[in-house]
Nanobody, 118 residues
Framework: VQLVESGGGLVQPGGSLRLSCAAS????????MKWYRQGPGKERELVAS????????DYTHSVKGRFTISRDNAKNTTYLQMNSLKPEDTAVYYC????????????WGQGTQVTVSS
């Protein structure tokens, strides 16, 4: 299993970024995909998730209405569109894959840094 995130960077408050997570080495369409983040001095938290078929999504309260998770099973890629970014969104963002219905451990990407600052 390999997950490679991209799209992070420095953005001003109110700006937008789109993160991508390219997956390989497994049957992407059978996996739930999630985005986590870990800010400075904070614990890692779940930001958003999407079911294997893309029909259902879920978000942590602080990003609802600003972030959108999506996936393209033909391209083995999941995305996180982040709008109206705030300084408190500054974190390393990680992609996570887990087989739908599996209660064990999943797989992590290496992370991509997002910094929101003026």
């Amino acid at each position: 299993v390999q997950l490679v995130e991209s799209g992070g960077g420095l953005v001003q408050p109110g700006g937008s970024l789109r993160l991508s997570c390219a997956a390989s080495g497994f049957i992407f369409s059978a996996y739930v995909m999630k985005w986590y983040r870990q800010g400075p001095g904070k614990e890692r938290e779940l930001v958003a998730s999407i079911t294997s078929n893309g029909r259902s999504t879920d978000y942590t309260h602080s990003v609802k209405g600003r972030f959108t998770i999506s996936r393209d099973n033909a391209k083995n890629t999941t995305y996180l569109q982040m709008n109206s970014l705030k300084p408190e969104d500054t974190a390393v963002y990680y992609c996570y894959a887990i087989l739908e219905g599996w209660k064990g451990r999943g797989s992590w990407g290496q992370g991509t840094q997002v910094t929101v600052s003026s």
